[in-house]
């Protein structure tokens, strides 16, 4: 592995995020026992399943322990998550995305220190830079589950039929493949911008290609967007959406529920690609008309910019990661231990068709486009969290809105710059 920079979090994020409040876990009764709560987003299938499964056969090797599991939609985990965090009523263990979100729980208090807890089999079989992302202040605050850098996801078949017999390498070459989609009679891109986070991924790969990996460090430390590059980024998207590259209807489109969503759309054949993390396979496979991996599925990072300061191979993604709340019992550290190991990481990776994080559970990955995305993340130079999730519910809501409002023709690259800016300002 090449030596990487993580952009994850930083201490500027994460003063006045969250409210100073006590966590209240289940923790233990007075006959010993003791019942932990546990938030996932995994609503379906098989990735649900894994949950019920992980669960179950912690429970039984700990006996007098319960883990009453709640499944939540995507979308409505992280306001949910807060307002449980802030009224001292969270869950003991949940899905934590890192960043400047992350920072502003441990500003809070709100989470348990897992520095001197992560057992040593994680410590090394998860490399160091995956824990980066859970790292803030110099200590670990979850356990890495996944590691999803996002890319292009796309149908093999339908870029056949369409004539594009080589990946797109550039946004020059991406644009090429979009006539020739069109000309085929497909959506060249599937789009969910009624999520708008889908949306604002398109500014975010367009940033990292545009910006080097120190202006968006100091972006992260100070909120400071004057960088030339980040109104070039922004200029980049609304060039390359005046090509119409996505599908009907992309405003009102959701990202991953049912078969008119963006997933939906590739999983169908009715969209040749969609930009996404790397949990999207799994979403797609959950959304194909026999409910197994789209047969077809193919992937490539995504393009380069000529001219841009970005450092060549560089990936925007995250890090799924859980954590402990700060007043859960010493078994929410066990799990999170147990979660780690190779043969649970093992299961992840067959449940949610999605790279683990363990790499001896990497060894059993077959499918070709996650091995592409495993070597891509191993030699990426640096690597960003999603912005959103680096710069915090404020800024990044503000941001993935005026995104959409861009797309929608209702906003500017300049109203871009000026709505990040704004948010920061207010805190």
Request: a negative charge; proline letters at 5%; aromatic letters at 8%.
């Amino acid at each position: 592995m090449k030596t990487k920079r993580w952009l994850a979090a930083s201490a500027s994020l994460a003063a006045g995020a969250l409210l100073l409040s006590g966590c209240s876990g289940t923790g233990a009764a007075d006959d010993g026992s003791t019942e932990m709560t546990l938030w996932h987003n995994s609503t379906t299938g098989a990735g649900k399943q894994f949950w019920v499964d992980a669960a179950a056969a912690f429970e039984k090797d700990h006996d007098g322990v319960t883990i009453k599991i709640q499944a939540l939609q995507n979308e409505d985990l992280d306001g949910k998550l807060q307002t449980a965090l802030n009224s001292g009523n969270a869950p003991d263990i949940f899905l934590q995305r890192g960043g400047g979100k992350m920072a502003a729980m441990v500003e809070a208090g709100q989470l348990m220190d897992l520095t001197d807890e992560v057992s040593d089999s994680a410590t090394s079989e998860i490399s160091k830079e995956t824990f980066e992302a859970e790292t803030f202040d110099d200590k670990i605050w979850a356990m890495p589950m996944a590691v999803l850098p996002g890319g292009m996801f796309y149908s093999q078949d339908l870029f056949d039929d369409a004539g594009i017999t080589e990946n797109p390498e550039t946004i020059d070459d991406l644009v090429g493949a979009v006539e020739k989609l069109k000309d085929s009679g497909v959506a060249p891109i599937a789009l969910g911008a009624k999520d708008a986070w889908p949306a604002a991924h398109w500014f975010y790969f367009f940033s990292l290609r545009e910006c080097s990996s120190d202006t968006m460090a100091t972006a992260a430390d100070d909120m400071d967007f004057s960088d030339g590059c980040w109104l070039k980024a922004a200029q980049d998207l609304e060039d390359f959406a005046s090509n119409e590259p996505f599908n009907e209807g992309f405003l009102t489109t959701s990202a991953q529920q049912g078969a008119g969503s963006s997933a939906g759309l590739v999983a169908n054949h009715k969209a040749a690609m969609e930009l996404m993390g790397a949990w999207d396979p799994g979403v797609i496979g959950s959304l194909t008309p026999d409910e197994k991996p789209l047969a077809d599925l193919a992937w490539f990072p995504f393009p380069e910019i000529s001219g841009g300061n970005g450092e060549p191979g560089s990936m925007m993604g995250g890090v799924d990661g859980y954590s402990c709340s700060a007043t859960a019992p010493p078994e929410c550290v066990e799990f999170l231990n147990y979660l780690a190991t190779a043969d649970v990481q093992e299961n992840y990776y067959k449940a949610f068709n999605a790279p683990p994080v363990n790499t001896e559970a990497q060894k059993a990955v077959t499918e070709p486009y996650l091995k592409q995305i495993i070597e891509a993340y191993n030699e990426a130079p640096f690597v960003s969290q999603w912005l959103d999730t680096v710069y915090g519910l404020n800024v990044g809501n503000a941001l993935n809105v005026a995104v959409v409002d861009l797309l929608a023709g209702n906003g500017t690259p300049e109203g871009i710059i000026d709505a990040v800016t704004a948010a920061a300002k207010k805190g």
